[in-house]
C-alpha cells in the first residue's frame, strides 16, 4: 500500500501549482456523499449522487453535515472547492492522502486535516486515513478515503437528538467528529500496549530472530502512530487557543478537553518507546543468556572428558615396558583416578554455579 | 488491574460527551462520605450517606471539608456536579480514574485533579490512585478512590487544632493536601532509590536472567512513576504563578513550596532512570564476564589436554617399525615431555592473566 | 569530489574579504547564460554569451528570467554582482559551492541559497549542488553548478503558458523554482526510504558484513540529508512570514504550502533516522544469532563424540588384566551403551529447543 | 550516610508544615557560632555561645558575618528565625540539608541555599553539605552543617584587609562565599577529571570487573555533581539579572563572573559525562578482544591437534589387514604428513592475522 | 599539558577576586609587543618593549592595532588594564587561557576572548590557545599566548594596502582577526573529518584494539572541539545583533558572514559525532564478524575432525571379539564411512554458507 501511494507523488512532479491529482490508493468504487441537516426540531438525511443537490441545504440556517467518502474522484472535489471558494493547493492537500495533519485558516471555512488511524488486530500495521473537515458557518464538510462507522455514533445521535448536539452548532458538530478521532487514537494505542505484555513474556521466553523482527516491526509502527499523532497535538491546540469566528466560546471548553486527550495521547507514545527500548534489552540478554547456557553446556562435558580421554589414551599406548599395564589392579585404578577427577570436577562447577 | 482499566476506556466510545462512566477498576463497597466543617472556635465532623446533608455546611462562613471515598457512584457524584455547576466534562475527569493532573480554572471554583502514587513494598509496582480536588470558596471537595490514612494527619491537625489550619482558609486545606500528596511522592521515590542500591549488589554478584528481569520491570514502574509526576509539576507551578481568587496571596507562599518539593522529585526521577541505564551497562558486563570466565575454563582444560592426547596417541599407533616403542626409557620420557608441555602453557596462562 | 572541495577552502585563507574564489568541483566547461523574458502575451528565450546582453531586459516591465549553469566564471559572476549593486561578501557565498542553505534580505533583493539534493540510484550516495536565486522587482537570476532538468518543466509551462505563471510576477517564478527543489527532496528521501526496505530483508536473510557497511554509508547519506534540508526549512520559513517587499502578499500563501512540505520532509527525515537504528539492532541481532547456530553446531558434535571418544579409547588401553575385553558380548555391550548415550543427549538437545 | 538522610525525611510526615525539624546526619557535637563585625577601620571577631550576644552588632551599620557551623541545634535557628522574621517554611528549608539549591527573595533578606561538594580523595564519593546564606542590609548569616575551612582564606582577608573586602559592603562578602563555593566544584571536577585518566589506562590494560564497577559508581558521582551544581546555576543568574535592593549595581559585576565560571564548570560537567560514556565503550570493547584473544587460542590448538589426533588415532586401529603399518617407512611418512599439515595451518593462521 | 593548567588553577583559590595570576603552561620566553598604526595614508609597525612606548600612538586617531605575544608577564598586562580601566576581574580572564569564550561590554571597550584551535598533525590532539581581543575607538589590543602567523596575512594586507582594510576602522581590524580565528576552526575541522575517512577503511578492514583507542581518543578531540567552538557562536552572534558604539552599522554585515560561518561550523561539528558514534557501531560489528570468523573455523574443523577420531577410536579398542577387525575390507570400508561423513559435512556447511 505505501509503496503504490508513494510512486503516486512523482505524478506530481512539474505539474503546475493547484494542480488536481489524487494521491493516494488506486480504487474504483463510487464515491458517496451523504448530507445531514439538522435544527432543534428537523432532520433530513440523504444520499446524493450530485455535489449540486446539496446546494440548496447550504443556503438554510440549519447545521449541515456533508460527508464525501472517497476522495479519488477529483472533479467532484473541485466543484466543492469551486462552490466554497477554496484555493487550489487547499483541494491539492485534501487530494493528496498523504498529507501532514495541519489547519488552514480562511477567509470563510476553516480546513482541519487530520490522519484515523487504525492497527490491524493480526500485524499490528498501523493505517492511517485522511479526514479533511471543512467547517463554515453552518456547515461541516468531511472528505475521507473509505467510508468508516466512527462516524455512525455522532449520527445516531443526531438522529434521536441525544445530548446537545441538536441544540448546538457546526462548530460543536466538527468537535464531536474530531473527538471521535482522537478516541480512536487512544484506543489503538492502548491495543498496542496490550500487545507489547504479550511480546515481553515471548521475549523472556523464546527469543527467537522471528520475535525480533516483531519487535522491529512493533518499533517502525510506533514511529508511524508518532508521526501521525504529533502534529494533530498542535492542529487541536490552535482550535482550543486562537479565536477563530466559526467557533463560539462555550465550544472552546470542549476543544481544550481534547487537546487533553492528545496531550495524553502523545505522553503513551512516548512511554510506549521508552518500554519498546527497555523491551530489546531485555531480548539481547535473553540470547545471551541462551548463549551462556550453550556455552556452559559444551564446557562442562568438554571439560570433563577431554582429560579422561587423554588418561585412556597413556594406557593405550604400545611401549614395550609400562609397568602399570602388568599390575593386576591397574585397569581398576585408572577408574579410580577417573572417578575422582569427575566428581572434584563436577564439585569445581557447582561452587561456580553452573549446575 | 491496568488492564482493566484500559477496558473500560472503550465501553465510552460513541457516546455524546459529559456522559457520566466510572472509568476504574470494578468495586462493589459503599461510598462514603465524610464532612469537616470548622473555624477558629468551632470544629463538627460527621459521617454521611446523602449528599444532600452536607448541603447546610456549604452555606455557613466556616471552612467546609468534604471528603468523598470511592468515585464508583456516578449518580453522587453527578448530583455533587449539579450543585456546584461543574460541567459535564469536567465531572468525566474525575470519574475517569485514568484522567492526567490538570488544573481547571472554573468561575467559581478551581479543580486540581492529581495522583496518589503507592510503590508495592515486595514487586514495586507502582499504583495510582486519583484524587480530585475542588476549591470554592469556603469549600473544599476531595474524591478519591480509596479511603487512604493519608488524609488522617490533616484531620488530626485540624481537630487538634495543631499549627495554624485552624485560623486559615480553605486555600490553606488544599495546600495541605497537595502537600500530603507531594511529600508521598518523595517518600515513595527514596524507597524505589534503596531499592536500587540492592539491585546493584545482585546484579554483580548473580546476574541472572531475573535480576534482567527485576530491572526491566523497576525501569517501566519508573517510567510510570514519572508520567504520573511530571505533569503535577505544571498544575502546582500553574498554582504558585496565577492569580486565583480563591488562593490568598499569603498561601501562595506555601505553593511555592510544593512547587520546590516537586521539582526535587524530577530531579531524583530523572537520576533514578540515569543510574537505570548504568545499572544495565553493569549487568550486561557481568554476563559477559561470567562468558569469559566459561570460556577461560574451556580453552585451559582444552588447550592443555588436547595436546597431551595426541601425544599419547602417537605412542598408541600400531606400526610395526616404531623404535620408541622399544626404547626402555621411552614411557617415562613420553611423560617428562608432557609435563614439560603442560608447564610451559601454565606459564603462558598465567602471563596472560588467565588463572 | 568531496575531498577536492575541502581543498579549495584552504585557497581562500589569508584573502582579504570578498576577495571572489570559486569552491567547489574543477571544471572547464563553459557556462551557459539563458534568459526567458515573459508577460501576459509576449515571451522571448534566448541564450546568450555575455552578461550585458541581458541587460536591456531587465530594464522592461516584462518578468526576467536569468538563468546562470556553471558558477566557476568568476568574472562573470562579478559582473552581474557589479549591475546589481552586490556585496562582495554574498557573490563570495554564491561562489562556495559548500555554502549552508540561506537567506540575504538587501536593499533592493531578496538572495536565497538552497541545495539541490540528488540520490546517486546505485550506491545511494547523495550529491548536493548549490542554486543561488537573486530576487529582484521583476528579476529573477538563477545561479546553479550544473545545467539540471529540473527546470525544465518550469520553462515549457511558460512557454506554453500552463497555469497562472505568466499572468503572475517573479516573486511566482522563485516559488516556481523553490517548490521543484523541495519537490525534488521528497522524491529522493522516498527512494531513500524504499532502499530501506529492501535493506531490512537483507538483513535478516544475509547478516554480512557488508550490509552493515551499506547501512553505514546509508546512515551518513541521511545525515548529509538532514544537514542540508535543516536549514532550509528555516529560510522558508522566513520567506513565508517576514513581509519583503518583492513578494506579494497573495503569493505567501504559496510559500506557505512549500514551508508544509518541507515540514513534512524533515518529519520524514527523522524517521528514517530512527528507523536506520532500529536496523542496526537487528543486524547486530541476526549477527548474533548466526554466532548462536554456529555454537549449537559446536556444541552438539562435541558434546555427543567427545565421550563417545572417551569410551572407545577405554577399552583401547592395554592393561593385561580388562575382563570386559575376554567377554563374548563386550563388543556390542559397548555399542549399545554408546546408542543409549547418543540417544539420551538428542532428548537432552531437542528439550532445550537446540535442534 | 545518605540512608541516614533519607530516614530522616519520614520523620517529617503529617506535621504541620512549618515545623522545625532538623533532617540531616544525627550529631552530638556542638554548635559554633562566630561574629566577624568590620568596617574600614575597626573589626571585631567573637565566639559566642548564645544568639543574643549578636544582636548588638546587628544594630550596628558595620557589616555583620555570623557564621553558624552546624544547624542540628533547631531552637537556635528558631530564634535568629524569629529575630530576622523569618518564614518558618525557610527556617525549615535551612534545616532540611536535603535541599535543592535556592534563592528566595524576602521583604527585608535575601536567603541563598548552596551545597558545597567535596570528592572523597579515595573512593570518589562526593559528599554535599548544605549552606545557607542569608543577606540583609548590613549582614551576612551563613549556617553550614559542619565547619569547613572554606572560610579562613575569607577570614583572613577581612582581618589583615587585603583587598577590598573591608571597604565594600555585606553585598561582597556574600560574593566572596559564594565565589569560594564555586571555586570548590571547579577544583574538585578537575579532579574527578584527572581520575577519569587514570581509569583510561587501566580500562584499555586491565578490564576487569571491578574496573567496571568504578566506572558506575563514578558516572554516580558524575550524575550526584551534576545534581548539586546544575540548580545552582539558575541561582547565581538570579543574582547577577535581577535587582534586589541589598546587591549594589558595581557587586552585581562580581555575580556574573561567578556565572561565568558556573556555566564553565556545567560545561565541564557535561563533558565528563561524555567522556564517561565513551569509555564504557571502550570497556565493553577491551572485555570483547580479550574474549577474542582467548578464543583464538582455543581455535588454533584445537585445530591444529584435534586432526593430528585423527590421523594418529587412525594407525591405532587394530584391523588385521592395514598395510601401512607394515611399511617400513610408515611411521615416518605419518610424521612427515604430521608436519606438513601444522605448517600449512600456521601459514593459514598467519594470512588470518591470528599469530 | 592540560594537566599542568589545572594545577594552576588551584593556586588561585583563596586569593581576593582580581588577583592577577597568570593560569597556564608555565613558560620563560619574553614577551613580545608589536604595534601597527596605520591610516589610509600612513602606516607605521613596530616592536615594541615596554608598554609605555604605545601610548603615543592611542592618542592619534589613526587605527592602532596592539599585540601581545604571551600573556605570562603579569605585570605588563596589569599595566595595560590600568592604561585602558579595565577591570581587575576582566585582566584575570584574560590571564586565565582557561576561560571560557566570552563578551564583555564596558563602557569604553569591548572585550571578546576567544580560542584558537590547532590539530596536531600527528596524533589529531585538539591544543587551544586563548586570544582575547580589546576593541576601543581606534584601537584593537590583542593578547595571544603565542605569536601564531595566523596574523601575519592580516598584517601584510594592512602593510600592502589590499582590500578596503586601510580605509576601514578599528571595527573592520577585529573582525578580520576573528574571522582568521574562524576560518582556521573550518580548516581544522575539515582536517579532522579527513581523518575520519581514513579511520573508516582500518575499522572495516583490522578492527584492532589500537583502532578503537583511536576513535576514543578522537571523539574526545571532537568534544573538545566543541566545547571551545560552541561558545564562540554565542558571542559572534551577540557581535552581530547588539548595537555595540564601537561597531559600525556597515561592519556588522561582515559579522554576521561569521556568524554564518561558525553555524556552519557547529553543523559540521555534530555531523563528525554523528558519525563517529556509527563509526563504533561498525567497529564492534567489525570484532564480531571476526570472532565469527575465528569461531566458525573451530567449529568446522572440531565438527569434521570429532566424529572421525571416535570412529578409528572404535578399531582401537582391544576386545576379543570384534568381527570387524578380521574382515580384509574393514580397513578400506572405515576410510569409505570416513570420506563419507566428512562429505556430508561439507554439504552442510555449504548450505549454511559457512564455507
Known amino acids: ?35 445531514i441537516d439538522y435544527n432543534k426540531e428537523h432532520i433530513e438525511e440523504r444520499d446524493i449522487s ?15 453535515w456533508i460527508n464525501i467518502s472517497g476522495i479519488h474522484d477529483v472533479n467532484l472535489v473541485e466543484k466543492i472547492g469551486e462552490e466554497f471558494g477554496l484555493h ?17 485558516h480562511l477567509d470563510q471555512h476553516l480546513l482541519v486535516i487530520l490522519k484515523r488511524l487504525y492497527v490491524h488486530p493480526d500485524d499490528f500495521q498501523v493505517r492511517d486515513e ?21 462516524f455512525d455514533s455522532i449520527r445516531s445521535q443526531i438522529k434521536e437528538s441525544i445530548g446537545d448536539i441538536r441544540k448546538l452548532g457546526a462548530d460543536f458538530l466538527m468537535y464531536r467528529i474530531i473527538d471521535s478521532i482522537v478516541d480512536r487514537y487512544l484506543l489503538e494505542i492502548e491495543r498496542l500496549n496490550d500487545h507489547i505484555e ?5 521475549v523472556v521466553l523464546h527469543p527467537t530472530q522471528q520475535i525480533l523482527h516483531r519487535i522491529y516491526i512493533f518499533k517502525k509502527q510506533i514511529i508511524r502512530f ?16 486562537n479565536e477563530y469566528e466559526f467557533i463560539q466560546p462555550s465550544t472552546r471548553f470542549y476543544y ?22 527497555s523491551l530489546l534489552d ?16 559444551l564446557t562442562i562435558v568438554s571439560t570433563v572428558f577431554i582429560p579422561l580421554t587423554f588418561i585412556v589414551g597413556v594406557y593405550g599406548m604400545n611401549f614395550a615396558f609400562m609397568p602399570e599395564l602388568e599390575w593386576h589392579w591397574g585397569y581398576p585404578m585408572v577408574w579410580g583416578v577417573m572417578i575422582l577427577l569427575t566428581s572434584s570436577m563436577f564439585i569445581f562447577f557447582r561452587k561456580r554455579k553452573w549446575i
Open 198 to 202: 504479550q511480546l515481553e513474556e515471548e
Open 88 to 104: 487550489p493547493l487547499l483541494l491539492e492537500d485534501i487530494l493528496n492522502s498523504d498529507h501532514r495533519p495541519k489547519l488552514s
Open 256 to 277: 481544550s478537553d481534547i487537546h487533553e486527550h492528545i496531550i495524553q495521547l502523545n505522553d503513551m507514545v512516548e512511554t510506549t518507546r521508552g518500554i519498546m527500548t
Open 1 to 35: 500500500l505505501s509503496k503504490k501511494k508513494r510512486r503516486n507523488h512523482s505524478h506530481k512532479r512539474g505539474l503546475p501549482p493547484g494542480s488536481l491529482v489524487y494521491v493516494g490508493k488506486e480504487r474504483q468504487d463510487d464515491v458517496k456523499i451523504t448530507v
Open 282 to 297: 531485555v531480548y539481547f540478554s535473553s540470547v545471551s543468556h541462551r548463549m551462556n547456557e550453550i556455552m556452559k553446556v
Open 226 to 241: 508518532r508521526k501521525n499523532t504529533w502534529p494533530a497535538r498542535e492542529v487541536i491546540h490552535k482550535l482550543e487557543k
Open 130 to 150: 485522511q479526514i479533511s473537515i471543512l467547517l463554515g458557518e453552518n456547515t461541516v464538510i468531511t472528505f475521507q478515503e473509505n467510508e468508516a462507522d466512527d
Open 50 to 64: 450530485k455535489v449540486q443537490q446539496c446546494y440548496p441545504y447550504l443556503r438554510t440556517s440549519n447545521v449541515t
